[in-house]
């Protein structure tokens, strides 16, 4: 309970920072691309952890084919939920058959699909949930469905701007990186220590920020850093190297607050075509009312793992899972911040920030309850146990 107060603190910390900086710094915002890349360095530090635990029973691959329907489900329920309520309810009656409105609040309502696999770990890790079979279900959701939103970036991206070169270019190493994970799972002996992985981590974040410069095109982190883990010989970790994380991970929650964009006056020079950006400004009353809404509507779309596992879980333990699911930080940001890019703007990036502002807030609360839950299974798997002997 410790270690969660303090990571929801610090997430709250970065996240109050990254509104009133750019205030009182001169020059805050181009400090961004060091920011960016510390969050993603951080993040890939976590990941490469992730895949360092990482298990997969290569002779029962079809087990894994329902895991990433649930995964790919739990990221688009949340996504079309989220869209259907920015077109009928945002936007006026005369632009609900308009095919610019639909590309335009699909981008921006991917915000609400990916769950923080990063946040997730760390924060189930702090809980002490780590041995639960929620943990381990929940780890291969949360990076399939992390997964699924990357992917799905390319071809919203192509309905935007077009085809370009380097989309192909990175779904070819998106696959290659895959294979690499799959063939090589657990076989590369190389250093493992706290230092070693930072190394590394250091490196993947900037060699993505470098291709996204080059290219234009984002490539997460996400995915190049848990492959890594994957393919490293499983090594124990000292004491040492475990305070390091500990570390490392309250870094990661203070960064994850500060890569979220201004929410107020985000975008001054926006794509004057931008229809999202066209809309009259709503009033703070009406924003709020808003911002609830679209947060509830994104995590009851994550509800699907409740109706899934039921030969393998209870209820309390899939409910669990499904919370799990609810919070989301890196990626969902990043979405917007591609938002953003492409000029769009106005009174529903706005809402989608402060829903996934206030979903950062809450995440602490929703791992006290996934703990919760999961100790109340353990405590009546107690006393069934003593009943019957």
Not at 353 to 363: E, F, K
Request: proline letters at 4%; aromatic letters at 10%; a neutral charge.
């Amino acid at each position: 309970m410790k270690k969660i107060i303090i990571y929801s603190a610090l997430l709250l910390v970065g996240l109050v920072c990254s509104q009133l900086l750019p205030s009182f710094i001169a020059g805050y915002r181009q400090l961004q691309p060091v920011l960016m890349v510390l969050t993603m360095s951080a993040l890939a530090y976590i990941m490469i952890n992730v895949g360092r635990e990482f298990e997969i029973d290569k002779t029962n691959l079809k087990q894994y084919r329902w895991d990433y329907v649930v995964a790919m489900t739990t990221a688009t329920f949340p996504w079309i939920g989220v869209v259907l309520y920015f077109i009928f309810v945002l936007m006026p009656p005369e632009l609900w058959s308009n095919a610019d409105a639909w590309k335009e609040t699909l981008v921006i309502g991917r915000f609400a699909a990916p769950t923080s696999a990063g946040v997730l770990f760390a924060m189930l890790a702090a809980a002490g949930l780590g041995a639960t079979w929620m943990f381990s279900k929940a780890r291969i959701l949360a990076i399939f469905d992390d997964l699924d939103t990357v992917l799905l970036m390319i071809p919203l991206s192509i309905l935007i701007v077009g085809w370009q070169p380097a989309l192909g270019v990175t779904l070819l190493l998106m696959f290659g990186l895959l294979v690499l994970g799959y063939r090589y799972l657990h076989l590369w002996d190389i250093p493992s220590s706290a230092g070693s992985v930072m190394a590394y981590s250091v490196i993947i974040a900037v060699l993505c920020e470098l291709f996204y410069l080059r290219s234009g095109v984002h490539f997460e982190v996400l995915l190049p850093a848990f492959v890594l883990g994957c393919m490293m010989k499983s090594q124990h970790e000292t004491e040492a190297d475990q305070q390091v994380s500990s570390l490392i991970a309250g870094v990661f929650m203070v960064l994850v607050g500060l890569s979220l964009p201004q929410i107020w006056g985000a975008v001054e020079t926006p794509a004057a075509d931008s229809l999202t950006l066209a809309m009259p400004a709503m009033s703070l009353v009406e924003i709020t009312y808003h911002v609830l809404v679209i947060s509830v509507i994104a995590n009851l779309g994550k509800m699907f793992p409740l109706f899934c596992y039921r030969q393998e879980a209870s209820v309390k333990e899939r409910l669990a899972l499904s919370i799990s699911m609810w919070p989301r930080g890196e990626v969902g940001a990043g979405v917007l911040m591609i938002s953003i890019g492409y000029g769009f703007g106005g009174p529903i990036v706005t809402i989608s920030m402060l829903s996934l502002a206030l979903n950062l807030v809450l995440t602490g609360v929703f791992i006290v309850i996934v703990r919760k839950l999961i100790l109340s299974e353990a405590k009546e798997g107690e006393r069934y146990e003593k009943a019957r002997t």
